[in-house]
């Protein structure tokens, strides 16, 4: 894996997202796009050349990278109070 660093903002997470939901308006709900994310991510991993057990342990890392990245932020909201929001929707098994 790369050992370049990300250039994460709430910016381009936004217009990541907008691209979906021009897509899928049902993309407006994080839950969604993540389904989405995460597909993308296994299409394009797929695609690469190199070899099933290589590409599976690819998965692997990006699998732990992800949830470093939720533990990050998860530390960040516990550390300040967060910001006033609405519910952004409601995810139930099976919806697609």
Same mark, same amino acid.
């Given at each position: ?6 250039? /994460?903002?709430? @910016? ?6 907008? *691209? /979906? +939901?021009?897509?899928?308006?049902? $993309?407006?709900?994080?839950?969604? !796009?993540?389904?989405?994310?995460? %597909?993308?991510?296994?299409?394009? *991993? $797929?695609?690469?050349?190199?070899? *099933? #057990? ?7 890392? /990006? ?5 470093? +990245?939720?533990? @990050? ?5 516990? %550390? !300040? ?5 609405? !519910?952004?929707? +409601?995810?139930?098994?099976?919806? #697609?």
């Amino acid at each position: 894996m790369s050992d370049d660093t990300l250039q /994460l903002s709430g @910016d381009l997470i936004q217009k990541i997202q907008d *691209v /979906l +939901v021009e897509t899928d308006p049902k $993309a407006q709900q994080p839950i969604v !796009a993540v389904q989405y994310l995460s %597909a993308i991510t296994g299409f394009l *991993v $797929a695609q690469m050349p190199e070899s *099933v #057990n290589e590409r599976k342990e690819y998965l692997k890392q /990006l699998s732990q990278f992800t949830e470093s +990245v939720f533990v @990050d932020m998860e530390s960040r909201k516990q %550390a !300040a109070p967060p910001p006033q929001q609405e !519910a952004s929707g +409601v995810w139930r098994p099976g919806d #697609n």
